[in-house]
């Protein structure tokens, strides 16, 4: 998005630098490569470890940790976490494109 100032344009900053972008990536690959579909499950089990009332806010707080991997809606959940990260690192560099998501 871009801003006004006196009628003038400005373009809008970038997100990351480039440092910022290429560690992003590069830490992205390594999740990725250790498998696509378990990248959301990993965080997500992560975060209901570390912080067990959040799987209320899924409807996952009555389904163990350790049963997690084979309950649909937490897979589901994983799931399109996974694709909005790989939505996300894609397009870091076009913050008007990442904006425009609903």
Excluded: C
Aim: proline share 3%; aromatic share 8%.
């Amino acid at each position: 998005m871009a801003s006004s100032d006196g009628g003038r344009t400005k373009p809008a900053a970038p997100l990351l630098n480039t440092r910022q972008r290429d560690l992003l990536r590069k830490s992205w690959q390594h999740s990725y490569s250790l498998g696509s579909d378990s990248v959301g499950a990993r965080i997500f089990k992560k975060i209901f470890i570390t912080e067990p009332a959040v799987a209320r806010i899924f409807g996952l707080d009555r389904v163990d940790v350790k049963d997690l991997a084979f309950n649909r809606r937490f897979r589901l959940h994983a799931e399109s976490f996974t694709k909005a990260l790989v939505f996300i690192i894609n397009n870091v560099q076009n913050r008007e494109k990442i904006s425009q998501v609903e």
